[in-house]
């Protein structure tokens, strides 16, 4: 399947094409450079930019200190885990959409067929396939991995970013790769015709960069890495519900599309970068980054073929390895990115941040349908013999039918779904508060943990369930919804009863809800790991991110 971006309203163009057009656009653009370069006036605007701005002060002729040839390397090094994993994880919801809803058909880039009319259609079965070794781990729908080394080695990369900068600063290497003077653009300008032309610009000295360089450094470094960082923040489900003012400018959908615009950023300046160090005095420019010198010698090449080694193993290792040991990598991810997770759990948001105008056309299903005799039978006589059973450590266990839970006190909250596979949709849940259904039941001080089950299975059989922190249970946005939008909750959305717990990802809003049992631990329920999904894909049991 070719990746497809939409033109207009339902056209539908096949990125492959740019491979063709690409290359006519580069023919034409040389034509038109070298025909340029004899106009006397190009010339002349030429001669007076040649294409590197001096710079009196500063270090910039010298060769790079070894603590940037360190640096480079781990980001390199981090950053095809991160790109592979990434890549995984845009293929489990292979559509890119620019406003908050995930309408079919309004997306504006997608790796899939049209969304099929089914209206029981999920977003798993959305999901598609990669290329083994091009996907980390590499097969389909197997972004519970995939997060973990994306979140995970992002927490080494952003470090690595941060010393970096740091240590910029502090030593002014920072003036090799910030434009102080305007200057730049003329020069970026003189520079580009002069590639283009093929008649480069002469290498006098490989330490000043060129302008153009200087200009792609400089938007890599500080604009492309930290919208990376900003963009990745915009997609959590905690952050967005509580920082609504951000959220409304930086929805869920623009933050995934420019994150994606960030990645492809990335790639070309991966591509054209490697092209012209290899095109423009390789060895010279590998002992100007590896070696602390800027001569002819070998040093720097084979400093460089070393870490290609590095280079090659990793990205080899990486799949068999995660197959191997995937609660390895789940618990390494954790204790990279855990922290954060655990953080971000204490964002107690306030209802009100959407209106019934922003009710999303078009709110996908998940997950795997309930067709259990049990749950047929309820379906069947309307659910009148449904109970809701809450149990475990509480001083009042209650059962609980549904007319009684519409008795107790209403609330209603119209709040966004994510999930973990990156569709969102907002809805209004109409239900019960579970602080109501605390102070019925009242918890022993041991309870720790609230596990909800679900009438339904999970995808490889055995009950669907998920555990929550019992904090979060009396958080503003923590419900039993029977309503969306106000009809009773249907079948597919998990009639008849269903979590919201705002500040998590959607695979933690159990549908078909049978039973609510508090717990001292949750490493008796299920696996021991949290949820259906973290036992059975290794999915985090704290997704605030
Ligand atoms: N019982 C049960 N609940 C479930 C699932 C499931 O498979 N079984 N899928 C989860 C996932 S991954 C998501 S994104 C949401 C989807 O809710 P929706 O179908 O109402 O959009 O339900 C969650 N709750
Ligand atoms: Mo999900």
Redesign the pocket.
């Given at each position: 399947m070719a990746p497809r971006v939409r033109i207009g309203h339902n056209r539908w163009f096949n990125l492959l094409w740019l491979i063709p057009i690409g290359f006519v656009v580069l023919i034409v653009a040389v034509a038109a450079a070298k025909g340029l370069r004899n106009v006397n006036a190009v010339e002349q605007f030429i001669t007076a930019h040649p294409g590197t701005v001096a710079d009196g002060a500063g270090p910039t002729s010298a060769a790079l200190p070894i603590w940037v040839g360190v640096q480079h390397f781990f980001n390199l090094f981090l950053l095809i885990f991160i790109i592979r994993s990434g890549l995984q994880i845009l293929t489990d919801h292979p559509r890119l959409y620019w406003t908050r809803h995930s309408t079919p058909g309004r997306e504006w880039f997608r790796i899939q067929k049209p969304v099929p009319s089914d209206p029981l259609w999920?977003?798993?079965k959305d999901s598609i396939d990669l290329p083994g070794q091009v996907g980390l781990p590499g097969i389909r729908h197997s972004i519970g991995l995939a997060r973990w080394w994306h979140l995970g080695v992002d927490v080494l990369w952003l470090v690595n970013g941060i010393v970096f900068y740091v240590l910029m600063f502090t030593t002014g290497e920072w003036r090799r790769v910030v434009p102080t003077s305007w200057e730049v653009f003329p020069n970026a300008a003189s520079t580009l015709v002069q590639y283009l032309s093929l008649n480069w610009p002469a290498e006098t000295d490989v330490g000043g960069y060129n302008s153009l360089q200087l200009l792609a450094y400089f938007i890599t470094i500080f604009i492309a890495a930290p919208l990376a960082f900003i963009t990745g923040l915009g997609m959590s489900p905690a952050l967005s519900t509580r920082f609504r003012r951000i959220s409304s400018v930086l929805s869920i959908q623009a933050a995934r599309s420019l994150h994606f615009l960030v990645l492809v950023w990335f790639l070309l300046f991966i591509v054209v970068h490697v092209a012209l160090v290899f095109m423009t005095g390789l060895l010279r420019n590998l002992n100007h980054l590896y070696a602390n010198n800027n001569g002819g010698g070998w040093v720097g090449f084979w400093v460089f073929a070393a870490s290609m080694v590095l280079v090659v193993v990793g990205w080899v290792a990486a799949t068999p390895f995660t197959f191997r040991h995937p609660r390895v990598v789940q618990r390494v991810g954790y204790a990279l990115i855990g922290p954060a997770q655990r953080l971000f759990e204490h964002l107690d948001a306030k209802p009100g941040q959407y209106s019934e105008a922003d009710i999303s056309p078009y709110?996908?299903?998940?997950?795997?349908y309930?067709d259990s005799a049990e749950y047929t039978a309820l379906q069947d006589g309307g659910f009148v013999d449904y109970r809701l059973r809450i149990n475990g450590l509480v001083a009042q266990p209650v059962e609980l039918d549904l007319t009684q839970l519409r008795a107790l006190p209403h609330q209603e909250q119209i709040t966004q779904?994510f999930?973990?596979?990156g569709?969102s949709?907002i809805a209004k849940w109409g239900g019960v508060s579970l602080q109501t259904l605390i102070d019925l039941v009242k918890p022993a001080p041991e309870a720790a943990w609230v596990v909800f089950y679900?009438?339904?299975d999970?995808?490889d059989g055995g009950i669907?369930y998920?555990a929550h922190p019992i904090e979060q249970m009396s958080y503003h946005l923590t419900m039993l919804a029977y309503d969306?939008n106000d009809e009773p909750l249907s079948f597919?959305?998990?009639a008849p009863l269903?979590l919201r717990n705002e500040i998590q990802?959607?695979?933690?809003?159990?549908?078909?809800?049978k039973g609510i049992e508090f717990v001292a631990s949750m490493a008796d329920v299920g696996g021991g790991y949290g949820g259906?999904?973290e036992d059975h894909e290794f999915f985090g049991y704290r997704q605030t991110i």
């Amino acid at each position: 399947m070719a990746p497809r971006v939409r033109i207009g309203h339902n056209r539908w163009f096949n990125l492959l094409w740019l491979i063709p057009i690409g290359f006519v656009v580069l023919i034409v653009a040389v034509a038109a450079a070298k025909g340029l370069r004899n106009v006397n006036a190009v010339e002349q605007f030429i001669t007076a930019h040649p294409g590197t701005v001096a710079d009196g002060a500063g270090p910039t002729s010298a060769a790079l200190p070894i603590w940037v040839g360190v640096q480079h390397f781990f980001n390199l090094f981090l950053l095809i885990f991160i790109i592979r994993s990434g890549l995984q994880i845009l293929t489990d919801h292979p559509r890119l959409y620019w406003t908050r809803h995930s309408t079919p058909g309004r997306e504006w880039f997608r790796i899939q067929k049209p969304v099929p009319s089914d209206p029981l259609w999920t977003a798993k079965k959305d999901s598609i396939d990669l290329p083994g070794q091009v996907g980390l781990p590499g097969i389909r729908h197997s972004i519970g991995l995939a997060r973990w080394w994306h979140l995970g080695v992002d927490v080494l990369w952003l470090v690595n970013g941060i010393v970096f900068y740091v240590l910029m600063f502090t030593t002014g290497e920072w003036r090799r790769v910030v434009p102080t003077s305007w200057e730049v653009f003329p020069n970026a300008a003189s520079t580009l015709v002069q590639y283009l032309s093929l008649n480069w610009p002469a290498e006098t000295d490989v330490g000043g960069y060129n302008s153009l360089q200087l200009l792609a450094y400089f938007i890599t470094i500080f604009i492309a890495a930290p919208l990376a960082f900003i963009t990745g923040l915009g997609m959590s489900p905690a952050l967005s519900t509580r920082f609504r003012r951000i959220s409304s400018v930086l929805s869920i959908q623009a933050a995934r599309s420019l994150h994606f615009l960030v990645l492809v950023w990335f790639l070309l300046f991966i591509v054209v970068h490697v092209a012209l160090v290899f095109m423009t005095g390789l060895l010279r420019n590998l002992n100007h980054l590896y070696a602390n010198n800027n001569g002819g010698g070998w040093v720097g090449f084979w400093v460089f073929a070393a870490s290609m080694v590095l280079v090659v193993v990793g990205w080899v290792a990486a799949t068999p390895f995660t197959f191997r040991h995937p609660r390895v990598v789940q618990r390494v991810g954790y204790a990279l990115i855990g922290p954060a997770q655990r953080l971000f759990e204490h964002l107690d948001a306030k209802p009100g941040q959407y209106s019934e105008a922003d009710i999303s056309p078009y709110f996908w299903h998940n997950g795997v349908y309930p067709d259990s005799a049990e749950y047929t039978a309820l379906q069947d006589g309307g659910f009148v013999d449904y109970r809701l059973r809450i149990n475990g450590l509480v001083a009042q266990p209650v059962e609980l039918d549904l007319t009684q839970l519409r008795a107790l006190p209403h609330q209603e909250q119209i709040t966004q779904h994510f999930c973990i596979q990156g569709w969102s949709g907002i809805a209004k849940w109409g239900g019960v508060s579970l602080q109501t259904l605390i102070d019925l039941v009242k918890p022993a001080p041991e309870a720790a943990w609230v596990v909800f089950y679900s009438l339904g299975d999970g995808s490889d059989g055995g009950i669907y369930y998920d555990a929550h922190p019992i904090e979060q249970m009396s958080y503003h946005l923590t419900m039993l919804a029977y309503d969306m939008n106000d009809e009773p909750l249907s079948f597919g959305h998990g009639a008849p009863l269903r979590l919201r717990n705002e500040i998590q990802l959607g695979f933690k809003q159990v549908k078909w809800v049978k039973g609510i049992e508090f717990v001292a631990s949750m490493a008796d329920v299920g696996g021991g790991y949290g949820g259906y999904n973290e036992d059975h894909e290794f999915f985090g049991y704290r997704q605030t991110i």
